[in-house]
């Protein structure tokens, strides 16, 4: 809305922003006093609020703005529009509304009534009054303010910033145009339109320059400087600054929005500029590459022509290189302008040119394509050198071959050793001549080959090398090659054989010369020196002298062995190799060998000889100086002073007389070998005799030294073993005392173990540890006291250190007895605390083991888990499920074995007491977890078979039903005539109950098909079980519900046919009957009457009797009939209108009927007038009275059957209303959705009012859905029960799960109403008056609400005239009620704040309602008000809390239903009840009394929690009894004693519907069906055994 459209409102200054703000910082809007309000339009009001309200910026009524109304001079009828109007348009912006007050005392009586009843705070004050919420300086003059404001000067520069803002935003559109003619891609297709479209692009520019920026700058200057004044004059007003800033900032925007458009503007246009000059660029490009690739496709071609021939001989290779160099050089000069090319690619790559890519890629093109054509070339100039070269080459070998080869067959072989050297160096070097010749020929005749063979890989540069053939060429060189090859290996076969005559005569002349002069060396020299030194000296210098004199020696000989061992070897090769006569060189290295062989063992046993005599003299010496240090020592007797230096005196002593005994007996042992192998040498000499003489002498000596070593050696050993000994008595009595010290600590030590294996080991190692230190303590004292014998023994031999040591030892026993008694107390103490905890931790490894036994129950469960989709899948669900029942006894059995282990454990005072109550509760805890996992299962497994089998049933019946009433029968003659009525209507009352039942039935099979639904999801959803998605069974039961209901509304029309052809023969049958008793009558009556009553006499008397007997008969019995046959009459009328079947009965039974009366009447007429004429009475008219009687009896009854079918027609009125309210329903929907909703989502967001753009899912809800559901399915099964509206019910109950749909939109409709009273303003009249609607939109949106509350009444009504325990109007009608009741539960959920869990998981709300709570434990006993809501699995305690005028609850505990008991009845009180958790309610950890508002309220409650605790009780008692202990009761198990309890409730779905079964819906095909037993407490109180927290009755009171 902009200033201009309603301008003349403005400046009547009705309501206006003077800029103030109250001491909040709100700003201020003042309505001004009011000569004439009489002459302003409301719709004027609304308009200017309306106006006004969106003229501050969110920032500064982010927090709500102040309304001053000026009312001293008004009334309060002129006031109230204006606070009616702030109500409509803006009522969440109002902070606060002050009203002056008027000035006469009523006014300001109906001011302050009146101005309370909207939502924003309304304050009446006086101007002084006013000062005190808003400074002086922030109210205009005329509220006695300081505030200077000028509303025409505000106004003038509003409408002077909205003109801007448009004029701007339209030039903001002008640019987006040109932006977008800019922004064009096209770009011309050849080099001609390219630069067309240049010429056109430069005028472009001649319109961006003659834009309106400028004059729209000096626009917004002059409007700023117009604001700066308006700031100046009210500096103080904070609002005005905002306002300011916000104006200044809202033009300055649009100012750099306006600039920034043009320089983007300019900016494209130049962008395009370049976009247009590159494009003219790239087709000058691409021309270039276009004739430059011709080009060289042209060349390529005659290139190719000769690119595989390579010449035959040097002269034709030659004349080939030459016109190959020639046509090279012309292609140099290409290469310059495919540069060039390259180069220009390379610009307008670097340049940025928007078609780079495509340049690159023809540059790339043509780079790949003279590459190609110049590597072709490359490779043919390579190939044709090597052509070239290689047939120069040749040739000249072929020339020189004749000359070798001449050469090599005329070499002779020489005698001489000299001459043969001379001859083998000069043919190797003729041989060297020509095979470096030959090498070079064949390694460029190879080259060439392999480059002409091997087949080169296809890539972009080598494409044309990749195709060339060179088959030909590479024949002609491998024949070339071949020749070559066969002239070399000629002139090699005549060198070879040369070349090996020469080095056969050659080497044997060389080895004969070295075999010469090894021999003669051997036998003038190394032999006689050995015979010569054969003496081994008589002490170890002169030993050593003959030693280093044969080591000499050995290195002189040492040349000539290696010589001679070369020789041996040349020898074999030469004799293999055949390059000399084997024969003659194997003689002269036998020779050779067998004189060396003799050689070396003279030499080896001639030095073994020295070494070992050199050794034997130098141990000796050793040996001698050895034995006089231990006889000094020995005989100084020293003892040591500690264990230590005893021990190595000891350990010294042995080592020394070992060393020394195996010294003596090892230089013994070489000495004798010694004189052995002297004894083999030559013993001519006299100086190798006296050697023998000296050895043995020197081993007589050594044999007495150490037998003189041996009596000092026993004598030492027994005082060092004596000291020994004692020194190790006190270390170990050191030792043991210190161990003792380890061990006290250890005992005191408390050790922590993480099993009981760890456990029993340390146990079975402290037992063993304390045999050990009773084994160790005794051996310990027994050896001290051994030790005092053996010293007591030997005292005198050890003087005073004898007496010394005794001491020591007796107080070593002393001591050692005192700590081995304190050990022994101490380890008996801590065997007591190891056996405890072994017995701790066998616990806890068997609970441990429960608890696995238990999660592989849940495992189990969980891995047999299948969701079924038949009635095969769900007995094998059962299947399995029995088998888990079998683990779950198993479990149980454990679990009682260790809750009751544990209590004895406890009893006994065990040191774990906490920890073993505590693992006995987590395995309780888990225990109760199964069974309800095992609880839901099984309900699960009933609820499924129950869903199949009832399915499988009922749709057999419906079947079975349906072929059943196909048949046609004739009913009317299928008994004999007596029997006929009783037979009909005994089957029109089967039929009756058939009807009843099969309805029943289908009703059953949605509420099985409910609870299987219901308990999938709670088994997937909340206890987790895997569920592959093609397998959820909804869509399935879904399929099959479809398929029963199509099925059900056939049987109901088949069965409403025959109910028709029932009652057509009933009533033929009753008319037939009634026909027949009237033609009885008259035949036993009547004609009896009229035989018995004659008068053919004139007595008077007698006539007169006559006559009055007769009136007495006409009245008593001809009435009735006369009346029988009226209405005979009228009902065969019409049955013969209705009826085709007995048209032909009824007709002749109405012909017969009718005769016969009237023959009879006229009869009695006849008589009548008989009297009459002897009584003389005149007959006027008579037969009226037997007329009138038949009227009147005619009339009695047509009474009697309105009577009859009185509540019938009141049945099919209230079913005609309830089908014509369907139909207006509907068709009130119908506009609304294609009106309203339609409208709403067609306009155009900016045409909306802004508080309702995208808003129309809250306004409307979900009303579409619900339309859809009464148009499509719900009205057009409601009019199949049109003849049937005691069973219309049934219609409700099936379609029972869709009506959850106004549940959301009753939940939507509080905020669909604040929506549409705070944003809509008038658009929805708007849209009435465009389609002349009947109705505005709010009567439309609560049109659902108020079908609901009709059906109740229609279904009640309904109720009211229909025989009770018929059909199913009732639960039709608590369906209905339900609506609400759901409903208003959802809005209280919504108001749940601070959850942490999903409300989901709790389950469904049954009920919601405030309670007031005490808590026992308190002292002061103060009831608290409540909000308390009832899940499936739990009660939520909340409080109520308001906040901003909103009420919400916060959420304060919860208790599980599994955890809690109910005690009905506190005294008292009535209405009182109390929820406990623990073993007993006098001994509950939580209890808490609760108090309702009523006592039906308090029944309700309490049946409902009793039903849920009942569901949760084991479906098996017997797994209950060995977890009644209350140390480790959990929820939900229960004791024995309540557990055997009898129940007077059943479960709500499951066992309701399992006691429900077809067996009682009167059909001849049966199922089995199961029920599960509850068991619940049958006094006051029921629940389970919790071990809760004993803070949660205060949190739930807090």
Not at 231 to 237: E, G, L, P
Not at 768 to 782: A, D, P
Not at 1376 to 1394: F, Q, Y
Not at 1395 to 1401: H, R, Y
């Amino acid at each position: 809305m902009k200033a201009a459209e309603i301008s003349h409102l403005l400046q009547n200054r009705i309501a206006f922003w003077s800029g103030g703000v109250d001491r909040q910082d709100r700003p201020i809007l003042t309505f001004p006093c009011h000569e004439s309000p009489d002459k302003l339009k409301y719709e004027d009001l609304v308009k200017v609020i309306a106006y006004l309200s969106q003229v501050p910026s969110p920032e500064n009524i982010k927090h709500g703005f102040t309304v001053v109304l000026d009312m001293r001079r008004s009334k309060w009828d002129n006031v109230k529009p204006a606070l009616k109007g702030l109500q409509e348009v803006c009522p969440d912006l109002v902070h606060i509304v002050f009203i002056i007050k008027p000035e006469k005392f009523w006014e300001k009586h109906k001011t302050n009534v009146g101005s309370s009843k909207y939502t924003f705070e309304t304050v009446m004050l006086s101007l002084d009054g006013l000062q005190k919420h808003v400074d002086p300086s922030q109210l205009v003059t005329d509220l006695n303010g300081k505030m200077q404001f000028d509303h025409l000067n505000w106004l003038t520069s509003r409408m002077m910033l909205e003109e801007f803002t448009d004029n701007a935003v339209g030039l903001l559109k002008e640019f987006d145009e040109l932006m977008g003619s800019l922004r064009r891609s096209d770009v011309g297709g050849n080099i001609s339109s390219a630069k067309t479209m240049l010429q056109y692009h430069s005028q472009l520019r001649e319109n961006i320059q003659t834009s309106a920026v400028e004059s729209l700058t000096q626009d917004a200057q002059a409007i700023l400087k117009r604001l700066d004044q308006s700031r100046s004059i009210n500096a103080a007003s904070s609002s005005g600054d905002s306002e300011y800033s916000q104006a200044t900032k809202h033009i300055t925007t649009l100012l750099n929005r306006m600039h920034i458009s043009r320089t983007n503007v300019q900016e494209t246009w130049h962008q395009r500029k370049v976009q247009l000059d590159q494009c003219l660029q790239l087709q000058l490009f691409q021309r270039d590459v276009e004739q430059m690739l011709r080009w060289i496709a042209h060349e390529k071609e005659k290139f190719l022509m000769t690119y595989t021939d390579i010449g035959t001989s040097f002269h034709q290779a030659h004349e080939l290189q030459s016109q190959h160099i020639e046509f090279a050089t012309t292609c140099e000069s290409v290469q310059v302008q495919v540069s060039e090319i390259k180069s220009t690619a390379h610009r307008l790559a670097d340049a940025g040119h928007y078609a780079a890519a495509n340049v690159k890629m023809q540059a790339q093109k043509l780079d790949l394509e003279w590459k190609a054509f110049y590597t072709a070339i490359e490779d043919r100039t390579n190939v044709i050198n090597r052509s070239t070269s290689f047939h120069e080459k040749i040739e000249q070998y072929m020339l020189d071959v004749p000359n070798w080869l001449s050469e090599v067959k005329n070499q002779g072989v020489p005698d001489a050793i000299d001459e043969l050297e001379e001859a083998v160096a000069r043919f190797d070097d003729l041989h060297a001549a020509f095979h470096t010749f030959y090498n070079q020929v064949v390694s460029e005749g190879n080259g060439l080959l392999e480059i002409l063979q091997t087949p080169v890989a296809s890539s972009a540069y080598n494409s044309i090398i990749s195709q060339a053939d060179y088959r030909v060429g590479a024949s002609h060189l491998i024949n070339m090659i071949h020749e070559t090859l066969e002239k070399n290996k000629t002139i090699e076969d005549c060198w070879v054989a040369t070349k090996a005559q020469l080095n056969q005569k050659l080497g044997l002349r060389l080895f004969q010369k070295d075999v010469l002069q090894v021999l003669t060396w051997l036998d003038e020299h190394g032999n006689v020196f050995l015979d010569k030194n054969i003496n081994v000296g008589r002490s170890l210098q002169k030993a050593s002298s003959l030693q280093k004199a044969h080591e000499h020696f050995e290195t002189i000989a040492e040349n000539t062995i290696t010589n001679a061992e070369k020789l041996l070897h040349a020898a074999d090769e030469l004799a293999q190799s055949g390059e000399c006569n084997a024969e003659q060189i194997n003689m002269e290295a036998g020779k050779l060998e067998s004189k060396i062989r003799e050689f070396l063992q003279r030499l080896e046993q001639r030095k073994n000889l020295l070494n070992l005599t050199v050794s034997f003299y130098t141990h000796t010496q050793e040996l001698s100086e050895w034995f006089e240090e231990l006889r000094a020592e020995l005989l100084d007797g020293k003892l040591a002073e500690d264990v230590g230096e005893a021990t190595l005196l000891v350990n010294q002593f042995h080592r020394q007389k070992e060393a020394t005994t195996e010294a003596a007996v090892n230089t013994i042992n070489e000495g004798e070998s010694l004189l052995e192998q002297l004894g083999q040498v030559k013993m001519g000499s006299e100086s190798a005799t006296e050697d023998f003489a000296h050895i043995h002498d020197i081993l007589e000596n050594l044999n007495e030294a150490r037998e003189t070593l041996g009596e000092l050696w026993n004598k030492r050993k027994i005082k060092l073993d004596l000291s020994l000994e004692l020194q190790c008595l006190e270390e170990d009595a050191s030792k043991l005392s210190n161990q003792h010290k380890v061990w006290i600590s250890e005992l005191e030590r408390e050790d922590k173990y993480p099993d009981s294996a760890k456990y029993e080991h340390a146990l079975h190692l402290h037992n063993e540890k304390y045999l050990n230190m009773q084994r160790v303590n005794s051996h310990m004292i027994h050896r001290a006291k051994e030790f005092i014998q053996r010293l007591e023994e030997r005292r005198s031999d050890m003087g005073e250190k004898g007496h010394t040591m005794f001491d020591k030892a007796n107080n070593t026993v002393d001591s050692l007895t005192d700590k081995s008694m304190y050990i022994n107390t101490l380890a008996e103490q801590k065997r007591s605390k190891l056996e405890q905890n072994v017995q701790y931790m066998h616990f806890e490894k068997e609970a441990r083991q429960v608890s696995s036994h238990i999660g592989h129950g849940e495992s189990n469960l969980t891995t047999t888990f299948i969701c079924p989709n038949s009635l095969q899948e769900a007995e094998k669900l059962e299947k399995d499920f029995d088998g888990c029942q079998g683990m779950i006894e198993g479990i149980h059995m454990s679990a009682s074995q260790l809750l009751r282990k544990a209590e004895e454990m406890i009893h006994n005072n065990h040191s774990e007491t906490d920890q073993i109550r505590t693992l006995g509760e987590k395995v309780s805890e888990k225990w109760q977890k199964l069974v309800h996992h095992a609880q839901e299962r099984h309900k699960l497994v009933m609820a499924s078979n129950n869903w199949f089998k009832t399915a499988d049933q009922v749709c057999s019946v419906l079947e079975s039903l349906e072929r059943e009433y196909n048949r046609d029968e004739d009913w009317c003659n299928s008994q004999k005539n007596a029997d006929r009525e009783e037979f009909l209507l005994q089957l029109i009352n089967k039929h009756l109950e058939q009807k009843e039942a099969f309805l029943k039935a289908c009703t059953l099979a949605r509420r099985t098909a409910e609870t299987f639904i219901k308990y999938v999801d709670k088994n997937v959803n909340q206890l987790g079980m895997p569920l592959v998605k093609s397998r959820y069974p909804r869509n399935n039961v879904q399929a099959i519900l479809e398929k029963v209901h199509k099925r059900e509304t056939i049987v109901l029309e088949y069965w409403a046919i025959r109910k028709k052809k029932h009652d057509k023969c009933l009533q033929f049958v009753q008319f037939e009957a009634s026909a027949k008793e009237v033609i009885e009558w008259i035949r036993e009556v009547g004609d009896v009457y009229l035989s018995t009553h004659t008068h053919d006499s004139g007595d008077e008397n007698e006539a007169d009797r006559l006559l009055k007997e007769h009136r007495e008969f006409v009245e008593s019995e001809m009435k009735e009939k006369a009346g029988k046959v009226a209405y005979l009459k009228e009902v065969a009328a019409h049955m013969l209108e209705h009826d085709n079947s007995h048209r032909d009965g009824i007709r002749q039974w109405l012909e017969a009927v009718d005769k016969r009366f009237r023959e009879f009447t006229d009869s009695i007429d006849t008589y009548k007038k008989q009297l009459e004429l002897t009584l003389g009475i005149q007959n006027v008219q008579p037969r009226d009275n037997i007329n009138s009687n038949c009227h009147k009896d005619k009339m009695q009854h047509r009474e009697i059957n309105e009577e009859k079918r009185k509540s019938a027609r009141k049945r099919e009125f209230i079913m005609a209303e309830l089908l014509q309210t369907e139909r207006a329903y509907v068709k009130d929907l119908e506009e609304c959705v294609n009106y309203y909703l339609k409208d709403m989502k067609n306009t155009p967001a900016d045409e909306l009012p802004a508080g309702i753009v995208g808003q129309h899912p809250v306004i409307f809800g979900n009303i579409e859905e619900i339309y859809q559901f009464h148009k499509c399915t719900f009205l057009q099964e409601l009019e199949k029960y049109e003849s049937l509206p005691e069973d219309v019910g049934h219609n409700f109950v099936t379609w029972a799960e869709k009506f959850s749909m106004y549940v959301t939109y009753c939940k939507n409709k509080t905020e669909s109403t604040k929506v549409l009273m705070a944003h809509a303003g008038s658009y929805f009249d708007k849209v009435q008056s465009k389609y002349e609607l009947n109705g505005s939109i709010q009567s439309y949106l609560i049109k659902p609400v108020q079908r609901i509350t009709k059906y109740q009444l229609l279904l009640k009504d309904l109720m009211a005239c229909c025989d009770e325990g018929k059909g199913e109007i009732k639960d039709g009608l608590d369906v209905m009620l339900s609506v609400p009741k759901k409903a208003n539960d959802a809005v209280h959920l919504s108001m749940l704040e601070g959850v942490q869990d999903d409300l989901l998981a709790w389950g469904e709300v049954l009920l919601q309602d405030r309670f007031t709570l005490w808590d026992p434990k308190h002292i002061i006993k103060k009831g608290r008000e409540r909000q308390i809501f009832l899940f499936e699995d739990c009660i939520v305690f909340a409080k109520e809390a308001t906040e901003g005028g909103k009420t919400k609850y916060t959420y304060k505990t919860r208790l599980l239903i599994a955890e809690i008991g109910v005690t009905e009845h506190i005294e008292g009180d009535q209405c009182k009840f109390a929820l406990w958790t623990g073993a007993v309610p006098t001994m509950s950890d939580t209890k808490i009394i609760l108090k309702a508002h009523s006592l039906d309220t308090k029944q309700t409650w309490v049946t409902k929690i009793r039903q849920l605790i009942n569901e949760r009780v084991l479906y098996k008692s017997k797994y209950n009894e060995p977890m009644t202990r209350p140390l480790f009761s959990k929820p939900g198990l229960r004791s024995s004693s309540r557990s055997h309890a009898s129940s007077d409730r059943n479960s709500r779905e499951l066992d309701s519907i399992s006691n429900t079964s077809l067996d009682e819906l009167s059909f001849e095909r049966r199922g089995s069906q199961n029920s599960i037993g509850t068991a619940v407490s049958s006094d006051s109180s029921s629940g389970g055994n919790a071990g809760n927290n004993p803070n949660r009755s205060s949190q739930i009171s807090n």
